[in-house]
């Protein structure tokens, strides 16, 4: 299955177009993010890959802002155990998800790899990656299922909070203050990696 999704994001004044394709070998995404926060403006390609599991394999993100490009590469084998550019990354061992604080894609990620029960909520380490201040960090956060379209998120250091609504694909649809979706529908493109092959 293959859907193409259109994002605004509120405080970043943002849009984004992201292609999520799922197979029997687990999903692929590739986005493009472009917009505006602060004085700056910014563009983001993006590319992440899980196992059918929805355990993160690979993530690779390119950004262009503040007249600076950034490039990362992560690579995981799906327990928790990480390589940065290629080099072990013992920091982030136990991390089990990205988090890109400029989409909400990364969001779907733990919420389909948990699969939550209403009522039962859990708490995840993840490599939370702020592209436009260039930092990469991991995080504490913790996910409760409210009901099967419905989830209470909350940075566990921060004491932030929020309850986000899904799709039946765990796809968000309302971030509040954040992101809202503009659009979303079941397409038939042939992938060609937005940043290249690996």
Same mark, same amino acid.
């Given at each position: 299955?293959?859907?193409?999704?259109?994002?605004?994001?509120?405080?970043? +004044?943002?849009?984004?177009?992201?292609?999520?394709?799922?197979?029997?070998?687990?999903?692929?995404?590739? $986005?493009?993010?472009?917009?505006?926060?602060?004085?700056?403006?910014?563009?983001?390609?993006?590319?992440?890959?899980?196992?059918?599991?929805?355990?993160?394999?690979?993530?690779?993100?390119?950004?262009?802002?503040?007249?600076?490009?950034?490039?990362?590469?992560?690579?995981? +084998?799906?327990?928790?155990?990480?390589? !940065?550019?290629?080099?072990?990354?013992?920091?982030?061992?136990?991390?089990?998800?990205?988090?890109? !604080?400029?989409?909400?894609?990364?969001?779907?990620?733990?919420?389909?790899?948990?699969?939550?029960? %209403?009522?039962?909520?859990?708490?995840?380490?993840?490599?939370?990656?702020?592209?436009?201040?260039?930092?990469?960090? %991991?995080?504490?956060?913790?996910?409760?299922?409210? $009901?099967?379209? !419905?989830?209470?998120?909350?940075?566990?250091?921060?004491?932030?909070?929020?309850?986000?609504?899904?799709?039946?694909?765990?796809?968000?649809?309302?971030? %509040?203050?954040?992101?809202?979706?503009?659009? !979303?529908?079941?397409?038939?493109?042939?992938?060609?990696?937005?940043?290249?092959?690996?």
């Amino acid at each position: 299955m293959q859907t193409n999704i259109m994002w605004t994001g509120l405080e970043y +004044d943002s849009m984004e177009n992201c292609l999520v394709d799922t197979t029997e070998k687990g999903t692929e995404i590739n $986005s493009v993010i472009v917009g505006t926060y602060g004085s700056r403006i910014f563009k983001v390609e993006y590319r992440i890959r899980t196992n059918p599991r929805w355990e993160t394999l690979f993530v690779e993100a390119r950004s262009q802002h503040s007249d600076q490009f950034q490039y990362l590469r992560l690579e995981s +084998d799906g327990q928790g155990n990480w390589q !940065s550019q290629g080099k072990p990354a013992p920091q982030f061992n136990g991390c089990m998800d990205i988090d890109i !604080s400029i989409t909400p894609l990364t969001n779907t990620l733990p919420i389909n790899r948990l699969k939550l029960f %209403p009522g039962t909520s859990q708490e995840i380490q993840v490599v939370y990656l702020d592209l436009l201040e260039q930092q990469m960090v %991991p995080a504490r956060q913790k996910y409760s299922c409210l $009901s099967k379209t !419905s989830y209470q998120y909350e940075n566990v250091p921060n004491d932030f909070e929020a309850v986000i609504t899904v799709d039946e694909l765990g796809l968000v649809v309302d971030y %509040p203050r954040l992101f809202v979706r503009k659009a !979303s529908l079941n397409s038939n493109y042939l992938v060609n990696n937005i940043i290249g092959k690996n």
